[in-house]
T-cell receptor, first 113, second 115 residues
Protein backbone atom coordinates (compact mmCIF):
# COMPACT_ATOMS: atom_id res chain seq x y z
CA UNK A 1 0.00 0.00 0.00
CA UNK A 2 0.88 3.68 -0.03
CA UNK A 3 3.68 4.78 2.28
CA UNK A 4 5.19 8.14 3.11
CA UNK A 5 8.86 8.54 3.93
CA UNK A 6 9.36 11.62 6.09
CA UNK A 7 12.81 13.00 6.77
CA UNK A 8 14.70 13.85 8.75
CA UNK A 9 13.42 11.87 11.70
CA UNK A 10 14.66 14.54 14.10
CA UNK A 11 16.43 17.89 13.99
CA UNK A 12 18.24 19.83 16.67
CA UNK A 13 18.88 23.41 15.61
CA UNK A 14 19.83 26.82 16.93
CA UNK A 15 17.22 29.56 17.30
CA UNK A 16 17.16 31.72 14.18
CA UNK A 17 18.13 28.95 11.78
CA UNK A 18 15.95 27.89 8.89
CA UNK A 19 14.50 24.37 8.84
CA UNK A 20 13.64 22.08 5.94
CA UNK A 21 11.86 18.75 6.03
CA UNK A 22 10.22 16.64 3.38
CA UNK A 23 7.93 13.75 2.62
CA UNK A 24 8.38 11.43 -0.32
CA UNK A 25 6.49 8.51 -1.75
CA UNK A 26 6.52 6.20 -4.73
CA UNK A 27 2.78 6.91 -5.10
CA UNK A 28 0.85 9.92 -6.31
CA UNK A 29 -1.20 12.00 -3.89
CA UNK A 30 -4.02 14.47 -4.58
CA UNK A 31 -3.58 16.55 -1.43
CA UNK A 32 -0.68 17.15 0.94
CA UNK A 33 -1.13 18.30 4.53
CA UNK A 34 1.34 19.43 7.17
CA UNK A 35 0.54 19.19 10.89
CA UNK A 36 2.37 20.25 14.04
CA UNK A 37 1.98 18.36 17.31
CA UNK A 38 3.14 19.85 20.59
CA UNK A 39 3.84 17.58 23.58
CA UNK A 40 0.66 16.12 25.05
CA UNK A 41 -1.60 17.74 22.45
CA UNK A 42 -3.34 16.72 19.25
CA UNK A 43 -1.84 17.62 15.86
CA UNK A 44 -2.85 20.98 14.44
CA UNK A 45 -3.22 21.49 10.70
CA UNK A 46 -0.71 24.08 9.48
CA UNK A 47 -0.93 24.03 5.70
CA UNK A 48 -2.98 22.20 3.08
CA UNK A 49 -1.84 21.86 -0.56
CA UNK A 50 -4.19 20.83 -3.36
CA UNK A 51 -2.35 21.27 -6.67
CA UNK A 52 0.96 20.04 -8.05
CA UNK A 53 3.51 22.82 -7.87
CA UNK A 54 1.49 24.82 -5.33
CA UNK A 55 3.52 26.89 -2.90
CA UNK A 56 1.69 28.09 0.22
CA UNK A 57 2.83 30.13 3.19
CA UNK A 58 1.53 30.48 6.72
CA UNK A 59 3.64 33.07 8.55
CA UNK A 60 7.20 31.75 8.70
CA UNK A 61 6.11 28.39 7.29
CA UNK A 62 6.19 27.59 3.59
CA UNK A 63 5.13 24.31 2.05
CA UNK A 64 5.20 23.05 -1.52
CA UNK A 65 3.32 20.35 -3.38
CA UNK A 66 5.89 18.61 -5.56
CA UNK A 67 5.48 18.70 -9.32
CA UNK A 68 5.51 14.91 -9.56
CA UNK A 69 2.75 14.77 -6.88
CA UNK A 70 4.93 12.26 -5.04
CA UNK A 71 6.51 14.63 -2.55
CA UNK A 72 6.07 17.72 -0.42
CA UNK A 73 8.38 20.05 1.48
CA UNK A 74 7.98 22.21 4.56
CA UNK A 75 10.33 25.06 5.39
CA UNK A 76 10.39 27.10 8.59
CA UNK A 77 12.33 30.34 8.47
CA UNK A 78 14.06 32.00 11.42
CA UNK A 79 13.09 29.32 13.94
CA UNK A 80 12.04 30.28 17.47
CA UNK A 81 11.73 28.14 20.61
CA UNK A 82 7.95 27.74 20.22
CA UNK A 83 8.52 25.91 16.92
CA UNK A 84 9.45 22.87 18.99
CA UNK A 85 7.25 19.87 18.30
CA UNK A 86 6.68 17.01 15.92
CA UNK A 87 5.79 17.89 12.35
CA UNK A 88 3.74 15.34 10.41
CA UNK A 89 3.12 15.25 6.71
CA UNK A 90 0.01 13.54 5.38
CA UNK A 91 -1.05 12.68 1.86
CA UNK A 92 -4.56 12.05 0.58
CA UNK A 93 -5.21 9.84 -2.40
CA UNK A 94 -8.53 8.82 -3.86
CA UNK A 95 -9.51 5.20 -4.40
CA UNK A 96 -12.98 5.19 -5.95
CA UNK A 97 -15.09 7.83 -4.23
CA UNK A 98 -13.18 7.62 -0.99
CA UNK A 99 -10.33 9.83 0.18
CA UNK A 100 -7.62 7.93 2.04
CA UNK A 101 -5.20 9.79 4.29
CA UNK A 102 -1.72 8.44 5.06
CA UNK A 103 0.59 9.97 7.69
CA UNK A 104 4.35 10.18 7.69
CA UNK A 105 6.13 9.16 10.89
CA UNK A 106 7.00 12.72 11.84
CA UNK A 107 10.00 15.00 12.19
CA UNK A 108 10.85 15.96 15.77
CA UNK A 109 12.16 19.51 15.94
CA UNK A 110 14.18 20.82 18.87
CA UNK A 111 15.26 24.47 19.00
CA UNK A 112 18.09 25.65 21.21
CA UNK A 113 17.67 29.27 22.41
CA UNK B 1 -16.94 27.73 19.14
CA UNK B 2 -16.55 24.70 16.86
CA UNK B 3 -14.15 21.89 17.56
CA UNK B 4 -13.42 18.39 18.71
CA UNK B 5 -13.41 17.50 22.37
CA UNK B 6 -11.99 14.43 24.02
CA UNK B 7 -12.49 13.51 27.61
CA UNK B 8 -10.94 12.89 29.95
CA UNK B 9 -7.44 14.23 29.26
CA UNK B 10 -5.85 11.62 31.52
CA UNK B 11 -7.32 8.22 32.37
CA UNK B 12 -6.04 5.51 34.64
CA UNK B 13 -7.44 2.00 34.70
CA UNK B 14 -6.58 -1.32 36.22
CA UNK B 15 -5.52 -4.15 33.98
CA UNK B 16 -8.45 -6.26 32.80
CA UNK B 17 -11.00 -3.43 32.87
CA UNK B 18 -12.74 -2.08 29.81
CA UNK B 19 -12.60 1.70 29.41
CA UNK B 20 -14.44 4.06 27.07
CA UNK B 21 -12.90 7.22 25.66
CA UNK B 22 -15.20 10.02 24.58
CA UNK B 23 -14.96 12.03 21.36
CA UNK B 24 -17.45 14.72 20.37
CA UNK B 25 -17.41 17.17 17.45
CA UNK B 26 -19.68 20.10 16.62
CA UNK B 27 -18.17 20.76 13.18
CA UNK B 28 -20.94 18.87 11.38
CA UNK B 29 -18.29 16.56 9.92
CA UNK B 30 -19.38 13.28 8.41
CA UNK B 31 -16.26 11.23 9.12
CA UNK B 32 -14.55 10.48 12.44
CA UNK B 33 -11.38 8.57 13.27
CA UNK B 34 -9.48 7.08 16.19
CA UNK B 35 -5.69 6.87 16.26
CA UNK B 36 -3.22 5.48 18.72
CA UNK B 37 0.15 7.12 19.31
CA UNK B 38 2.95 5.51 21.30
CA UNK B 39 5.91 7.54 22.65
CA UNK B 40 8.11 8.78 19.84
CA UNK B 41 5.92 7.08 17.27
CA UNK B 42 3.61 8.15 14.50
CA UNK B 43 -0.17 7.75 14.31
CA UNK B 44 -1.78 4.37 13.80
CA UNK B 45 -5.42 4.12 12.71
CA UNK B 46 -7.69 2.06 14.97
CA UNK B 47 -11.20 2.62 13.55
CA UNK B 48 -12.97 5.11 11.35
CA UNK B 49 -16.53 5.97 10.49
CA UNK B 50 -17.68 7.78 7.36
CA UNK B 51 -21.37 7.99 8.26
CA UNK B 52 -23.66 7.37 11.20
CA UNK B 53 -24.22 3.71 12.07
CA UNK B 54 -21.28 2.57 9.97
CA UNK B 55 -17.61 2.10 10.85
CA UNK B 56 -14.58 0.27 9.51
CA UNK B 57 -11.52 -1.31 11.09
CA UNK B 58 -8.21 0.46 10.69
CA UNK B 59 -4.74 -1.03 10.91
CA UNK B 60 -4.81 -1.99 14.61
CA UNK B 61 -8.47 -2.65 15.51
CA UNK B 62 -7.89 -5.76 17.65
CA UNK B 63 -8.88 -5.19 21.27
CA UNK B 64 -10.90 -2.06 20.48
CA UNK B 65 -14.56 -1.38 19.69
CA UNK B 66 -16.49 1.71 18.56
CA UNK B 67 -20.02 2.89 17.93
CA UNK B 68 -21.43 5.74 15.82
CA UNK B 69 -25.02 6.27 16.89
CA UNK B 70 -24.88 10.04 16.44
CA UNK B 71 -23.06 12.16 13.89
CA UNK B 72 -21.27 14.19 16.56
CA UNK B 73 -20.11 11.30 18.75
CA UNK B 74 -17.64 8.44 18.19
CA UNK B 75 -16.70 6.73 21.47
CA UNK B 76 -13.85 4.22 21.61
CA UNK B 77 -13.83 1.29 24.03
CA UNK B 78 -10.50 -0.22 24.94
CA UNK B 79 -11.29 -3.76 25.98
CA UNK B 80 -9.39 -6.13 28.22
CA UNK B 81 -8.39 -8.02 25.08
CA UNK B 82 -6.06 -5.17 24.07
CA UNK B 83 -2.67 -6.47 25.17
CA UNK B 84 -0.85 -3.15 25.52
CA UNK B 85 -3.45 -0.40 25.98
CA UNK B 86 -1.26 2.30 27.58
CA UNK B 87 -0.93 5.01 24.91
CA UNK B 88 -2.06 8.45 23.76
CA UNK B 89 -5.38 8.24 21.90
CA UNK B 90 -6.36 10.83 19.33
CA UNK B 91 -9.75 11.40 17.78
CA UNK B 92 -10.14 13.25 14.48
CA UNK B 93 -12.91 14.28 12.13
CA UNK B 94 -13.14 15.36 8.50
CA UNK B 95 -15.91 16.89 6.36
CA UNK B 96 -15.70 13.99 3.88
CA UNK B 97 -19.08 13.40 2.28
CA UNK B 98 -20.58 16.78 3.13
CA UNK B 99 -18.11 18.98 1.28
CA UNK B 100 -15.86 16.40 -0.31
CA UNK B 101 -12.69 17.39 1.48
CA UNK B 102 -10.76 14.95 3.62
CA UNK B 103 -8.46 17.06 5.78
CA UNK B 104 -8.59 15.68 9.28
CA UNK B 105 -8.84 17.85 12.38
CA UNK B 106 -7.76 16.48 15.72
CA UNK B 107 -8.95 16.64 19.29
CA UNK B 108 -6.57 17.26 22.21
CA UNK B 109 -6.09 13.56 22.96
CA UNK B 110 -6.58 11.25 25.94
CA UNK B 111 -3.61 9.67 27.66
CA UNK B 112 -4.62 6.23 28.93
CA UNK B 113 -2.47 4.48 31.50
CA UNK B 114 -3.27 0.94 32.51
CA UNK B 115 -1.81 -0.04 35.85
Amino acid sequence: GQQLNQSPQSMFIQEGEDVSMNCTSSSIFNTWLWYKQEPGEGPVLLIALYKAGELTSNGRLTAQFGITRKDSFLNISASIPSDVGIYFCAGIYYGGSQGNLIFGKGTKLSVKP
Amino acid sequence: DGGITQSPKYLFRKEGQNVTLSCEQNLNHDAMYWYRQDPGQGLRLIYYSQIVNDFQKGDIAEGYSVSREKKESFPLTVTSAQKNPTAFYLCASSPHGTSGTDEQFFGPGTRLTVL
